[in-house]
């Protein structure tokens, strides 16, 4: 007999390795992606300030109507004290500038100069009560507005997360929450600013009627290149929403403690970093190429003002050597001039600073219009107690942007006191069907029912709070043993719940053991907290939906990461308590499903076979064949 051919040494030279490719293009382009500035014209522009203005208004009246009223009275002082201070500049001029002994003019204008000194005072510590009063009203606006949008992602639907887009716009409206920081504050300088200029406005006037107009063809270009620059800056930050989407996601991930052993082992490091740099140079090649242009606005807008600002000051000098205006007069005049121009300057620069804020809350505010259009539009009847029974009737779902539905056309009866196995290969429906089970998805078609009522006339906060899931992907909240349990829900009875909870998955002794016991803090990368393994992750997030003791549980893959000691522990708990609940199991490992009483499998998007475990385990079928391979090894 010939010997067998040895086997073929197993090939351990590396292969030459290729650079890595670039990051993918990625534009903020999704179907609900909106540039404000698309069809925007410079007058629209422009206008937008207004809007700004009493937009700002009414948040910080929400917030806090007194330091608003505080606001209010100090910008109408601080105009007044700008008038007061102008007009007696002009007396104490007129004195000062006139024949005789020094001290007997000085003493003329004492009173003029006292109102000087009351009126700077006026100005002064209304500026300062001003500043106060924004104090009150940004902290809390700003928290507001991130709340506002906190609670907006939340309240969404979940499958409008997964709608074109979605999170391009969520990224995009962030910096909204960024931009309200500084709202109320650019708010108040730029009124300030109005005030100040129609008060010196009102003083050129009177003196000459020529210096207000040579003073305002000094400032418009300067308000012209300002608001156009904030457009480039706008259209640049557009540009990369994309990119700094995912560059802020990416950053997380290589970053995060949960993903260090992967990157290392597997040798990512460089990738990583490379990737990350490579989409940071790409926004800043996208800054750097807006550069120029903005230069170029600057100057043009900067060398007009200068020439209309030397015709302002030829003009003034001109009058007052021609005679025309007395010295006094143009003596104020230089002060009004440079009030006129502080307060015009500030004008420019605030309501540029305004109109870049509005593009950023036209971003949020139509992400929280879009948002609100996304959250349950649903009934407003509370689901009778318990749940005895969910049904559907040729329920289809399809998920945003793709044509084939996950669920096409199920028919499915559950009753309470029973378990019902979901088993079927990946992609094959079973996780969007315990979903619309939950309700968690609405039905595209068909309709799904709760004791005979559809789910869509349910309220939803009443309805969730009689189900229980543990999902595929739970979460590992950065929070105590306890609160990770209770999930900010505790009942009456205390920590006896909790406790309950976690003895029944097997995690109570593990518990005992750590330092802080139920008020350990669950997140080894904050100061003082501790980390579980994958196991004991898992057996938390079990032991969270058995504390809600709900109507229905539903557990999707509930002991993939378990040991068999824990996986036996779960499987004997869910058998003890399903004579009072519906159980819905979902999972891979096909011997578990004996614990059910009945198993239907999923096979692109349909029930193919459905049955107790021995009809579906000799049926010939899926079923059968999977649970072939599952033991063939």
């Not at 378990?419 to 979903?435: D, H, P, Q, W, Y």
Request: net charge neutral; with cysteine; glycine share 8%.
């Amino acid at each position: 007999m010939s010997p067998e051919p040895a086997s073929p040494a197993p090939d351990t030279a590396a292969p030459r390795r290729l650079p890595p490719p670039p990051p993918a293009e990625l534009r903020y382009g999704g179907r609900h992606a909106k540039n404000p500035l698309t069809d925007a014209s410079f007058a629209q522009m422009c206008r937008r300030l207004p809007s700004v203005l009493a937009q700002t208004a009414r948040m910080a009246w929400v917030i806090d109507r007194r330091a608003v009223l505080l606001l209010a009275s100090c910008q109408l002082a601080i105009g007044t004290s700008a008038a007061v201070l102008l007009t007696a500049t002009s007396r104490a001029m007129r004195w000062i500038l006139a024949n005789g002994e020094v001290a007997d003019r000085l003493h003329q204008a004492l009173p003029a100069l006292l109102v000087i000194t009351c009126a700077s005072a006026a100005g002064r510590v209304a500026t300062a009560l001003s500043s106060y009063a924004d104090g009150r009203i940004t902290p809390r606006l700003t928290t507001e507005s991130d709340c506002a949008l906190v609670a907006a992602v939340c309240r969404m639907e979940a499958a409008a997360r997964a709608e074109d887009g979605c999170a391009d716009r969520q990224e995009a409206a962030e910096m909204g929450v960024v931009r309200s920081h500084v709202m109320v504050q650019d708010a108040t300088r730029f009124t300030a600013a109005v005030v100040r200029m129609v008060s010196a406005s009102g003083v050129l006037s009177v003196l000459h009627p020529l210096l207000l107009p040579l003073l305002l063809l000094a400032v418009v270009p300067a308000g012209v290149g300002a608001v156009l620059h904030a457009r480039v800056s706008y259209e640049t930050h557009y540009a990369n929403v994309g990119d700094r989407n995912v560059r802020q996601n990416l950053r997380g991930w290589a970053t995060s403690v949960k993903f260090t052993d992967e990157i290392r082992a597997n040798g990512m490091t460089s990738y990583l970093v490379f990737w990350y740099r490579s989409i940071s140079e790409r926004i800043d090649a996208r800054t750097l190429a807006a550069a120029p242009k903005m230069l170029r606005i600057v100057l043009v807008s900067s060398a007009i003002g200068g020439i209309f600002l030397v015709a302002t000051w030829a003009g003034l000098a001109w009058l007052a050597a021609s005679g025309r205006i007395e010295p006094a007069i143009a003596a104020t005049a230089v002060v009004a001039v440079q009030t006129a121009l502080a307060a015009l300057s500030q004008l420019v620069i605030y309501g540029a600073a305004m109109f870049h804020t509005s593009l950023y809350l036209a971003d949020m505010g139509g992400f929280l219009d879009y948002a609100a259009e996304r959250a349950p539009s649903r009934g407003e009847f509370t689901p009778s107690r318990p749940v005895e029974e969910i049904r559907l009737d040729e329920v289809v779902y399809r998920y945003p942007g793709k044509e084939t539905p996950a669920v096409a056309g199920v028919s499915l009866t559950v009753r309470s006191g029973e378990i019902l196995a979901v088993v079927g290969e990946n992609g094959s429906g079973k996780s969007t069907l315990t979903r619309l089970l939950a309700a968690i998805f609405l039905a595209d078609k068909g309709m799904v029912s709760w004791n005979g009522r559809n789910v869509a006339d349910l309220d939803p906060d009443s309805l969730w709070d009689l189900s229980g899931l543990v999902p595929q992907n739970f979460a590992q909240w950065p929070l105590s043993v306890r609160d990770n349990v209770t999930l900010g829900q505790p009942r009456e009875a205390g920590d006896d719940l909790v406790w309950r909870a976690l003895e029944e998955v097997g995690l109570r002794d593990a518990v005992e053991e750590l330092p802080g016991g139920l008020d350990t803090l669950l997140a080894r990368e904050l100061w003082g907290g501790t980390e579980l393994s994958g196991g004991q992750w898992q057996r938390l997030a079990c032991a969270r939906a058995l504390y809600r003791r709900s109507s229905l549980l539903i557990l999707d893959e509930p002991t993939s990461q378990m040991d068999a000691r824990g996986e036996h522990a779960i499987l004997e708990e869910i058998k003890t308590i399903a004579a009072g609940r519906i159980t819905i199991v979902v999972t891979h490992q096909l011997v578990n499903t004996k614990i059910a009483d009945r198993i239907i499998v999923m096979e692109h998007g349909r029930i193919a076979e459905h049955g107790t475990y021995d009809e579906v385990a000799h049926g010939g079928g899926l079923f059968a064949e999977l649970l072939a391979l599952s033991t063939d090894r």
